[in-house]
């Protein structure tokens, strides 16, 4: 019950703050501090502590900003918290923007309000067993038990698209549980799921954690599943994962990668936007401090590997810096 309450008031806060926001966004003057909430994930992935870090940005570099991280399932539930403006910001896979934005597939007729600020870092797609196990290939989580991530994450909605749609393995075909990243990690050492699925940028803490006290595989994936997988979905793409990534990883793992996008609500302020674009770019430093892979986010990348439009703030921004932004991006 108290964590039900505290969920709770937490929502209606947070929606409290973006009544608050919208009244200033056709006019930014009508309110000397802005308060906003940003969509991030669970405690033992990438997302709440790269979202803090921008929270911690926006509030030191952006002048009337007060922004926090939000503990959430992460990219489905963010994606539907910023289409409805319960938060105007959120961390989500590309997979999911690409899907949600066009309202394709998982988001069918139900095209979602957002536009992109910028690219993040690529997600690997870890599918993690103990080695006693003996767990060598994909096939052989069929008849095992699987957590396939958060209701509502992006992992889930990887996961799903990845064994169901690209490799026909469904999700009949083994025992699915449907937990956290902290959850996955301890559920493995107990022997509660036989594998467990992230989809992070690597090292993860969760992972990195469990393989100091339990021996580990993570799961390749063959050239000819790569090729399934990249050619059905092209937001996907080929990575390896580098031996030595976590402790007694002694060879590099093939795997599956996608994008993450900073999305926002598409009807914020062209010049809100420019600013807090501008403050997470010229602060990289800062997110590289938090977790390395925020090398990846800069402007170069937002041109590249963003899946969706961006918002004009946001455009705004990467044509001052000289970036090309292709038309696909251009917000309509």
């Known amino acids: 019950m108290k964590h039900f309450i505290g969920r709770s008031f937490k929502i209606a806060l947070i929606v409290a703050m973006t009544f608050f926001l919208s009244l200033t966004l056709v006019n930014p003057c009508l309110a000397k501090t802005q308060f906003v909430s940003i969509g991030t994930g669970g405690t033992g992935g990438v997302y709440y502590p790269y979202g803090g870090g921008v929270a911690e940005i926006w509030t030191k570099h952006v002048k009337d900003m007060k922004a926090v991280a939000e503990v959430t399932g992460a990219s489905v539930e963010n994606t539907k918290l910023c289409h409805k403006g319960e938060t105007l910001f959120g961390e989500i896979m590309s ?39 003996g767990l060598k290939s994909v096939e052989n989580i069929k008849g095992k038990k699987v957590s396939v991530g958060a209701p509502g ?103 599956p990668t996608v994008w993450n996008t900073f999305i926002c609500n598409a009807d914020l302020d062209t010049d809100l936007i420019y600013e807090l674009t501008k403050a997470v770019f010229e602060n990289q430093d800062y997110l590289i401090k938090i977790h390395p892979f925020a090398k990846y986010t800069t402007p170069e990348n937002a041109a590249r590997h963003s899946v969706i439009p961006l918002h004009p703030g946001a455009i705004k921004y990467l044509k001052e810096k000289g970036v090309a932004v292709p038309d696909k991006l251009m917000s309509k």
């Open 95 to 133: 997979d999911v923007a690409f899907q949600a934005y066009n309202g394709v597939d998982k988001f069918e007729g139900k095209p979602q309000k957002i536009r992109g600020m910028f690219v993040m870092y690529p997600n690997f797609f870890h599918a993690v067993a103990l080695k006693k196990l």
């Open 153 to 255: 994450s992006g992992t889930e909605f990887m996961t799903n698209l990845i064994f169901e749609g690209a490799l026909g393995i469904p999700y009949d075909s083994f025992n699915v549980f449907r937990l956290s990243f902290n959850e996955n990690a301890n559920a493995l050492k107990d022997g509660t799921i036989d594998v467990g699925i992230w989809c992070v940028a690597p090292p993860t803490s969760s992972i990195m954690d469990l393989a100091t006290t339990h021996e580990l595989d993570i799961i390749p994936f063959s050239d000819a599943q790569i090729k399934k997988i990249t050619g059905k979905y092209p937001f996907y793409s080929e990575f390896t994962l580098p031996a030595k990534t976590y402790k007694g990883q002694e060879t590099d793992i093939l795997t």
